[in-house]
């Protein structure tokens, strides 16, 4: 209960007391047999509260994060850009959401603040953000950041 309280929190960005409702309803449940069945325990535990975004939602973000190390991969990735690229190539990423966000951001900020040793310039300190599109919604989120290897 307590690892499942900690994901939800860390990745799924829930605030404690709501990630501890829906660790305890996903304990006393188990077992659960579907997607469908946490998504409608999470919506009975927490209720809709007249949201657009599903209560579950975060919920599964957390879990696919850490089924995928999404975070961890790209931890890992972001120090290599420097030594795949060439003279003058460029690097662009898309991020989802904060957690993803804020690890591109800190590493470009490193470049940035390494001064004459950065092996990357960041030509713009701010993302160019996603539009509310009707035909894409999910680009609502994203983020791009881009660099320049020197």
Do not use: C, M, W
């Not at 972001?78 to 990423?93: D, F, I, T, Y």
């Amino acid at each position: 209960k307590d690892d499942l309280i900690k994901l939800i929190t860390t990745y799924g960005e829930e605030t404690g007391s709501r990630a501890r409702r829906i660790a305890q309803a996903i304990v006393e449940a188990r077992p659960l047999n579907s997607t469908s069945e946490l998504a409608n325990l999470i919506e009975r535990t927490l209720g809709r509260g007249g949201l657009k975004q599903h209560p579950a939602t975060r919920t599964f973000q957390a879990l696919r994060i850490e089924v995928n190390q999404e975070l961890k991969l790209i931890a890992e990735v972001l120090p290599l850009l420097p030594k795949l690229l060439n003279s003058g190539g460029r690097v662009a990423v898309i991020s989802f959401h904060s957690l993803e966000d804020r690890l591109v951001k800190r590493f470009f900020k490193e470049q940035i603040d390494s001064g004459y040793e950065a092996e990357l310039i960041v030509p713009d300190k701010k993302p160019i953000a996603g539009t509310q599109d009707a035909h894409n919604p999910r680009s609502r989120s994203a983020k791009l950041r881009f660099a320049v290897k020197k």
